[in-house]
Nanobody, 127 residues
Framework: QLQASGGGLVQAGGSLRLSCAGSGGSARTFSNYYMAWFRQAPGKEREFVAAINWRGSNTNYADSVKGRFSISRDNAKNTVYLQMNSLKPDDTAVYYC???????????????????WGQGTLVTVSS
């Protein structure tokens, strides 16, 4: 089970850090999963934001967030994070964390690649 948190209302240019905690398994189990963040803005389809491999050694970002967002993980805490800086109104969306079993080098970025999803947390960026 994945539980996302940390969303809220922030002004443009501000920062937020999202967290996604995995439960129901050990830290060793959590470390066997790719983790990712997706988002869905009002009236739009869900889109990829960022992903990280099981060790945290490789990451992947959507072009729209490169240089502003950073994904990281703490396997000892069964948690993945999304640090969001220089936020823009276009970043307003419900953010979802997702997991897929795998210990390869490069994390996937397609929605269909992920099997488990959190409930989402709303991020609203005001202009």
């Amino acid at each position: 089970q994945l539980q996302a948190s940390g969303g809220g209302l922030v002004q443009a240019g501000g920062s937020l850090r999202l967290s996604c905690a995995g439960s129901g398994g050990s830290a060793r189990t959590f470390s066997n999963y790719y983790m990712a963040w997706f988002r869905q803005a009002p009236g739009k389809e869900r889109e990829f934001v960022a992903a990280i491999n099981w060790r945290g050694s490789n990451t992947n970002y959507a072009d729209s967030v490169k240089g502003r967002f950073s994904i990281s993980r703490d396997n000892a805490k069964n948690t993945v994070y999304l640090q969001m800086n220089s936020l823009k109104p276009d970043d307003t969306a419900v953010y979802y964390c997702a997991a897929r079993y795998g210990t390869g080098r490069y994390p996937p970025s397609e929605e269909s690649d992920y099997d488990w999803w959190g409930q989402g947390t709303l991020v609203t960026v005001s202009s």
